[in-house]
Each structure stands twice: as structure tokens, then as C-alpha cells.
């Protein structure tokens, strides 16, 4: 492992990755391992062509000059001119390099070069600064890659922070000479259509001292020393060494204004809503116990569908007295469901904040029907109804089936006949080319909305439900709603117990690094995630 830092600086050896292997199997995905299996036969056939191996097609004969012998032909790897030697380790990953660099002396030489570095930084962590300007001075494309982009890989993307009941949503970006950790934080109440507001809570950098160096952005002071330690596999930390550059002069009361100004854009005196200003402060001195010592567990973007009515993604959405909360809205073959990544005391973060049955559409009536609360409460009422006897009816069948292979048979003809004459019975395809005309929509009398402007429009309407619950998570319980479908970045969702509308828009912020790498891993997060901020 020291000859491999000597000669690179990145990674380890070849034989010290097979020495701790078996080491590291728990704490690595099967991704990382196929990773690994596929740098080694790159690194093993590099060899064999330097040994001469045959990595060089030998049954040509070559132009004339070739026959007689005026220009030698490549026998092995190593007999290729260096630019083209720097051509084919650029296009490599930067983690087979150190590999390649203990092959041979020749090599190791050429990938001192700053061409193969330049590329590596640009292909794999999407630099689009002019390196070579940063050549110039005191930073090399070489020392970006080994000492600051390649060692906190693992950190880039999208994570949660453990705040308790509000969670939230980091993005780790690479900015230049910096990877910075940004907080996106909704607009300000009620203005759910604004674009997103970002605060630096952390950056690392290379300056003088060529050496990764983190420090912590919270606070009115200006950076300052700050930590990061990575735990466990997508998890880190993070810790300010000076938190006394997050105090102001005027004390508690001069750090709760500042905050209520960033935080909601007013002051105190502006919310006249009694139970909002104790929800306000109770966040307050929540949230500022961590100064910004915080734990981050990674999340994913849910994967995209093909030509869907309303693409998976994150929103913002209202939760009248909390304020705007971001959810997270992916599919799952006949539901569509939206997990909370900020939450609040009564359902915290990581949560199932809606639960939309996409079976079970819902035909809006004429305009002047839709005023009222009796008439939307009777639809989607009556569908409920029909879920739960449907529910009841497949605990009763499972019941016959576990005494009777007979009944088992005849209760699910009996469920499937059921099914194919009932109007909710059919999958209502969440993905469609041609969308569907647009139709006239206007709230309940009586059901208030954080925004009185919303569209007058929709594309489709479902049943779902909503949880709701009181203070601290206490009797969480699942109520009937109407899920809107406004367009592709805007949905809504009318929650009749509560007679209040919540409107959503889309996140548009390009969000690197989030992808999950399957269905599955995404599918465990989402499970993972629940349990984080119960």
C-alpha cells in the first residue's frame, strides 16, 4: 500500500485489494466489487502486453516501408510512442491508474502527465472550470484528482441529514477547487412555485498547503475549521471545531431573528397565527442544538419512467402551519407515493406522506358540483368504502385459502369477477404519449389553501390517502383524499378530514450524483428511510 501512495497516491495495489477483500465484502455493494474484479483484468492484460502477450495484432504486414524494415513495429504496450500511450490512460478510470503505474517504470513516468488528470476530472466529476488555468497555479489536475476529488468521492450526491422529526436535503457538489455541501431549503411560505434557496454549510479545498481542508460554512463569521468522517458506508458526519463563529453579538434573541428572517422571511411580529409562532421557535431551538454537527445517511432520485403523465422526482409542497416541505414522489407499479425529505412534529421526514391509488380514478362533476364539500366528500368517500371491502374481502379470501384449495379457487373467481365489473377495477397507466384533455378544476367551499392561486385546470384526478397525526407522531392514521394532477411539474391533494389543499411543484435543480444504481438499492433506501426519522 505505501509503494502505491508513492507512486500515485490514489487507491491501493492490486495485491493489497486482494489481501483485505474478504475484509471489506460487508461494508461494500456488489457494484464496487465487479468495480474492483474489472480494474484488475485491465491491469493484468496491460501487463501481458508489456511482456509482449499478443496485445498487438501480429499478422499484418504493414505498408512497404514496414516490409523493409525502415520502421520497427510495436511488439508489446510499452513499444507505443508516450502520446499515445497518454491517449489510452486517459480514456481509463482514475482508479486503475495507481495499477497501471506499478506495471512499469515507463508508465509511471507518463502518468505524471496533466492531459490524463485533466480528462479524469472532467469525465468523472463533470469539471467544467478551465484546468489549465488552475495548472498555472498552484494546483495540478493530478493533485485535484488524488488529494481532493478522488478521496471524497464517496461523499458527492444528495443525503438526509438526522435533524430529528425535520430531516432535510444536502446536495454534495464539486465547484472548482472546492466540494461543497449545500442545504436546499424551501421558498419562502406560501410560494411553492419560487426556485430553491441554498445555504453552504461545508466546503474542502486545496490551497497553499496541497493538502484537503475542511471547514464549516454555518454561521454569519465566515469559514471557519470543520471535520468530516465517514462512518459507514453512505453515511457521513460532519463537526465544527469552532462554534463560537456561529454566536452573534446580541445573543439567542439577534440568532432567532436572523434565523426567522432566512427561515420564512419575516419577523415574529408579522405571524399573528399563535399556534405557527410556537412551531416556529420550537424548530429554532430544535434545529440550532447541532451547530451544523450533523450525521447524513445518502438518498437516491427515484428512476425516471417512459412517457408518463407526471415524471418521478422531489417537490415542495404546502403543510399549512409548517410551512413548505419537500417530498420525494416515485411509482411503484399501481400506486404513486410521496415520502417526505423535510418533515415537522406531527409526521417527520422520511414518512409516506401520500399514498395515491392509481386504480382508481376519480371523475370530477361540472364546475358548480365541485364548490361543494359534500360532493367531493361523497365520491371519494364511496371509493374508500369499495377499497376497504376489497381489502376485507382478500383478508377473508386468504383466510378460506390457507383451509381450502376449493374455496382458494373459487374466491378468486369470485375477486376476479368482481373486479372486471367494478368501475375502480382496471390499472389506470401512469405513463401515456398522448396526455389526456385538460379539465375545468376549482377547490370546495371551505377548504383552504395556502395558495389562492392555483391552476384552474387538471389533467386527472385519483384516490389516495394522506397521513395525519398529532404531536410528536402520536395516532398517525391514513385519511381519504383527492390527488390532482395539474401537469407535468404540479400536482395537488385535497385532504377532506382536514378540509385543507396542499399544492406541489417540481424541483427543478439539477441534482448530480443521485441516480440510483438500480431499482432495488432505491427501493431499500425508501425502506431505510423510515426508520432513520421515526
Same mark, same amino acid.
Given at each position: 500500500?505505501?509503494?502505491?501512495?508513492?507512486?500515485?497516491?490514489?487507491?491501493?495495489?492490486?495485491?493489497?485489494?486482494?489481501?483485505?477483500?474478504?475484509?471489506?465484502?460487508?461494508?461494500?455493494?456488489?457494484?464496487?466489487?465487479?468495480?474492483?474484479?474489472?480494474?484488475?483484468?485491465?491491469?493484468?492484460?496491460?501487463?501481458?502486453?508489456?511482456?509482449?502477450?499478443?496485445?498487438?495484432?501480429?499478422?499484418?504486414?504493414?505498408?512497404?516501408?514496414?516490409?523493409?524494415?525502415?520502421?520497427?513495429?510495436?511488439?508489446? =504496450?510499452?513499444?507505443?510512442?508516450?502520446? $499515445?500511450?497518454?491517449?489510452?490512460?486517459? @480514456?481509463? *478510470?482514475?482508479?486503475? +491508474?495507481? #495499477? &497501471?503505474?506499478?506495471?512499469?517504470?515507463?508508465?509511471?513516468?507518463?502518468?505524471?502527465?496533466?492531459?490524463?488528470?485533466?480528462?479524469?476530472?472532467?469525465?468523472?466529476?463533470?469539471?467544467?472550470?478551465?484546468?489549465?488555468?488552475?495548472?498555472?497555479?498552484?494546483?495540478?489536475?493530478?493533485?485535484?484528482?488524488?488529494?481532493? =476529488?478522488?478521496?471524497?468521492?464517496?461523499? $458527492?450526491?444528495?443525503?438526509?441529514?438526522? @435533524?430529528? *422529526?425535520?430531516?432535510? +436535503?444536502? #446536495? &454534495?457538489?464539486?465547484?472548482?477547487?472546492?466540494?461543497?455541501?449545500?442545504?436546499?431549503?424551501?421558498?419562502?411560505?406560501?410560494?411553492?412555485?419560487?426556485?430553491?434557496?441554498?445555504?453552504?454549510?461545508?466546503?474542502?479545498?486545496?490551497?497553499?498547503?496541497?493538502?484537503?481542508?475542511?471547514?464549516?460554512?454555518?454561521?454569519?463569521?465566515?469559514?471557519?475549521?470543520?471535520?468530516?468522517?465517514?462512518?459507514?458506508?453512505?453515511?457521513?458526519?460532519?463537526?465544527?471545531?469552532?462554534?463560537?463563529?456561529?454566536?452573534?453579538?446580541?445573543?439567542?434573541?439577534?440568532?432567532?431573528?436572523?434565523?426567522?428572517?432566512?427561515?420564512?422571511?419575516?419577523?415574529?411580529?408579522?405571524?399573528?397565527?399563535?399556534?405557527?409562532?410556537?412551531?416556529?421557535?420550537?424548530?429554532?431551538?430544535?434545529?440550532?442544538?447541532?451547530?451544523?454537527?450533523?450525521?447524513?445517511?445518502?438518498?437516491?432520485?427515484?428512476?425516471?419512467?417512459?412517457?408518463?403523465?407526471?415524471?418521478?422526482?422531489?417537490?415542495?409542497?404546502?403543510?399549512?402551519?409548517?410551512?413548505?416541505?419537500?417530498?420525494?414522489?416515485?411509482?411503484?407499479?399501481?400506486?404513486?407515493?410521496?415520502?417526505?425529505?423535510?418533515?415537522?412534529?406531527?409526521?417527520?421526514?422520511?414518512?409516506?406522506?401520500?399514498?395515491?391509488?392509481?386504480?382508481?380514478?376519480?371523475?370530477?362533476?361540472?364546475?358548480?358540483?365541485?364548490?361543494?364539500?359534500?360532493?367531493?366528500?361523497?365520491?371519494?368517500?364511496?371509493?374508500?368504502?369499495?377499497?376497504?371491502?376489497?381489502?376485507?374481502?382478500?383478508?377473508?379470501?386468504?383466510?378460506?385459502?390457507?383451509?381450502?384449495?376449493?374455496?382458494?379457487?373459487?374466491?378468486?373467481?369470485?375477486?376476479?369477477?368482481?373486479?372486471?365489473?367494478?368501475?375502480?377495477?382496471?390499472?389506470?397507466?401512469?405513463?401515456?404519449?398522448?396526455?389526456?384533455?385538460?379539465?375545468?378544476?376549482?377547490?370546495?367551499?371551505?377548504?383552504?389553501?395556502?395558495?389562492?392561486?392555483?391552476?384552474?385546470?387538471?389533467?386527472?384526478?385519483?384516490?389516495?390517502?394522506?397521513?395525519?397525526?398529532?404531536?410528536?407522531?402520536?395516532?398517525?392514521?391514513?385519511?381519504?383524499?383527492?390527488?390532482?394532477?395539474?401537469?407535468?411539474?404540479?400536482?395537488?391533494?385535497?385532504?377532506?378530514?382536514?378540509?385543507?389543499?396542499?399544492?406541489?411543484?417540481?424541483?427543478?435543480?439539477?441534482?448530480?450524483?443521485?441516480?440510483?444504481?438500480?431499482?432495488?438499492?432505491?427501493?431499500?433506501?425508501?425502506?431505510?428511510?423510515?426508520?432513520?426519522?421515526?
Amino acid at each position: 500500500m505505501a509503494v502505491c501512495a508513492r507512486l500515485c497516491g490514489v487507491g491501493q495495489s492490486r495485491r493489497c485489494r486482494r489481501r483485505q477483500r474478504q475484509n471489506q465484502q460487508d461494508q461494500c455493494s456488489d457494484s464496487d466489487m465487479e468495480e474492483e474484479e474489472e480494474e484488475e483484468r485491465i491491469v493484468a492484460k496491460l501487463q501481458s502486453d508489456v511482456c509482449g502477450g499478443g496485445g498487438l495484432e501480429s499478422g499484418h504486414h504493414g505498408t512497404g516501408a514496414e516490409r523493409t524494415g525502415s520502421s520497427a513495429r510495436p511488439q508489446a =504496450l510499452s513499444d507505443l510512442p508516450p502520446e $499515445l500511450l497518454v491517449e489510452i490512460f486517459s @480514456i481509463l *478510470p482514475g482508479t486503475i +491508474l495507481p #495499477n &497501471v503505474a506499478l506495471v512499469c517504470k515507463k508508465f509511471r513516468q507518463i502518468l505524471n502527465t496533466e492531459t490524463i488528470w485533466r480528462r479524469r476530472c472532467v469525465e468523472e466529476f463533470g469539471m467544467k472550470e478551465d484546468l489549465r488555468k488552475m495548472e498555472v497555479g498552484a494546483v495540478s489536475s493530478r493533485d485535484l484528482y488524488v488529494k481532493l =476529488l478522488h478521496p471524497n468521492r464517496h461523499i $458527492l450526491g444528495i443525503w438526509q441529514p438526522d @435533524i430529528g *422529526p425535520y430531516g432535510g +436535503l444536502l #446536495n &454534495v457538489v464539486v465547484d472548482g477547487l472546492f466540494i461543497i455541501g449545500w442545504m436546499y431549503l424551501p421558498p419562502h411560505d406560501p410560494r411553492v412555485e419560487d426556485p430553491m434557496r441554498r445555504r453552504p454549510l461545508f466546503r474542502i479545498h486545496l490551497w497553499e498547503s496541497k493538502k484537503a481542508t475542511v471547514e464549516c460554512m454555518y454561521g454569519h463569521k465566515g469559514p471557519h475549521k470543520g471535520d468530516i468522517q465517514t462512518v459507514k458506508k453512505d453515511e457521513f458526519s460532519t463537526k465544527c471545531n469552532q462554534t463560537d463563529h456561529h454566536r452573534m453579538p446580541g445573543g439567542r434573541q439577534e440568532e432567532f431573528r436572523t434565523w426567522l428572517e432566512e427561515e420564512w422571511g419575516r419577523t415574529l411580529e408579522e405571524i399573528f397565527h399563535e399556534h405557527m409562532q410556537e412551531l416556529i421557535l420550537m424548530k429554532f431551538i430544535y434545529t440550532s442544538q447541532y451547530d451544523n454537527c450533523l450525521t447524513y445517511r445518502r438518498i437516491y432520485l427515484p428512476p425516471p419512467l417512459p412517457a408518463a403523465l407526471l415524471q418521478p422526482g422531489l417537490f415542495k409542497g404546502t403543510y399549512g402551519s409548517h410551512g413548505l416541505e419537500i417530498v420525494m414522489l416515485s411509482f411503484h407499479e399501481t400506486s404513486a407515493r410521496a415520502t417526505k425529505l423535510t418533515g415537522d412534529p406531527n409526521v417527520p421526514a422520511g414518512q409516506l406522506t401520500l399514498d395515491v391509488d392509481l386504480t382508481r380514478p376519480v371523475l370530477l362533476p361540472d364546475l358548480e358540483s365541485q364548490r361543494s364539500i359534500e360532493e367531493l366528500s361523497r365520491l371519494v368517500l364511496g371509493i374508500h368504502a369499495e377499497v376497504q371491502r376489497d381489502i376485507e374481502q382478500q383478508a377473508k379470501g386468504a383466510s378460506t385459502a390457507a383451509s381450502s384449495s376449493g374455496s382458494e379457487e373459487g374466491a378468486r373467481g369470485e375477486a376476479e369477477g368482481h373486479s372486471a365489473g367494478s368501475e375502480h377495477g382496471q390499472p389506470e397507466s401512469s405513463g401515456c404519449i398522448n396526455p389526456p384533455e385538460l379539465m375545468p378544476f376549482v377547490l370546495p367551499l371551505g377548504v383552504m389553501a395556502r395558495n389562492e392561486v392555483y391552476p384552474r385546470t387538471c389533467r386527472k384526478c385519483f384516490y389516495g390517502t394522506g397521513l395525519i397525526a398529532g404531536h410528536g407522531f402520536t395516532s398517525p392514521e391514513r385519511t381519504p383524499g383527492l390527488f390532482v394532477l395539474f401537469d407535468q411539474d404540479r400536482f395537488g391533494f385535497i385532504w377532506l378530514e382536514l378540509k385543507s389543499f396542499s399544492l406541489y411543484s417540481r424541483l427543478t435543480d439539477h441534482l448530480s450524483h443521485a441516480q440510483a444504481p438500480n431499482t432495488e438499492r432505491f427501493e431499500a433506501m425508501l425502506r431505510n428511510m423510515q426508520s432513520w426519522t421515526s
